[in-house]
């Protein structure tokens, strides 16, 4: 059974860092693309990230390009997401989500974890 | 990286068909084959529905229908039913390793 648990969300001030962890299970973590993806409260969902199978491929929304970093420890079978500089703006739930290729482009996301509350505010 | 346009809400009555629209441009929709739709309860994970434009996940009922034309993708739900209405979001892949989701509908059965 394919598992995908987001953590690391919380309460955190204006300008300051937060790390979040999405631990996987159930299928072979280092063939597989995986995203990042958000939604604000009372809002729609939002593309924020997404990292190849072996780290070496990239992209990041517009919204967050230079504050927020991907990356992944497949020898842990887990992946990050290192927000910086965060502003009221990224108030969200974050969900991550598996892609069903080693690539980007062609992933489709077939699983998702339930998500883990980012709250910006002083 | 411009929001996908799809309408606030939609409507039909049990049994009956629903046809949401997702409106991109030649830079995403209409130029990848990379479209999926997602079905989302709210505080629930999403769930993937319609992925490659047609295609549809195991164990999705095929109620679920997906097509694409020029630079609008749509999903189609037959036979409607009390538990498809929720939130459905369109996502296509925008190119240089990037994605956009549509601005999503909420579906209602009358």
């Known amino acids: 059974e394919v598992q995908v648990v987001e953590s690391g969300g919380g309460l955190v001030q204006p300008g300051r860092s937060l790390r979040l962890s999405c631990a996987v299970a159930?299928?072979?973590?280092?063939?597989?693309?995986m995203h990042w993806v958000r939604q604000a409260p009372g809002k729609g969902l939002e593309w924020v990230s997404s990292?190849?199978?072996?780290?070496?491929?990239?992209g990041y929304a517009d919204s967050v390009k230079g504050r927020f970093s991907i990356s992944r420890d497949n020898a842990k079978n887990s992946l990050y997401l290192e927000m910086n500089s965060l502003t009221a703006e990224d108030t969200a739930f974050y969900y991550c989500?598996?892609?069903?290729?080693?690539?980007?482009?062609?992933?489709?996301?077939?699983?998702w974890g339930q998500g883990t509350l980012v709250t910006v505010s002083s | 990286q411009s929001a996908l346009t799809q309408p606030p809400s939609a409507s039909g009555s049990p049994g009956q068909s629903v046809t949401i629209s997702c409106t991109g441009t030649?830079?995403?929709?209409?130029?990848?084959?990379?479209v999926s739709w997602f079905q989302h309860h709210p505080g629930k994970a999403p769930k993937l529905i319609i992925y490659?434009?047609?295609k549809r996940p195991s164990g999705v009922p095929d109620r679920f229908s997906g097509s694409k034309s020029g630079n609008t993708a749509s999903l189609t739900v037959s036979g409607l039913q009390a538990e498809d209405e929720t939130d459905y979001y369109c996502l296509s892949y925008a190119g240089s390793n990037t994605y956009v989701f549509g601005t999503g509908t909420k579906v209602t059965v009358l």
């Open positions: 989500a598996k892609g069903h290729t080693p690539s980007i482009w062609s992933s489709y996301f077939d699983y």
């Open positions: 159930g299928f072979i973590f280092d063939e597989c693309a």
């Open positions: 490659e434009v047609t």
């Open positions: 990292i190849n199978y072996n780290g070496g491929s990239i």
């Open positions: 030649s830079s995403d929709v209409g130029n990848y084959n990379y």
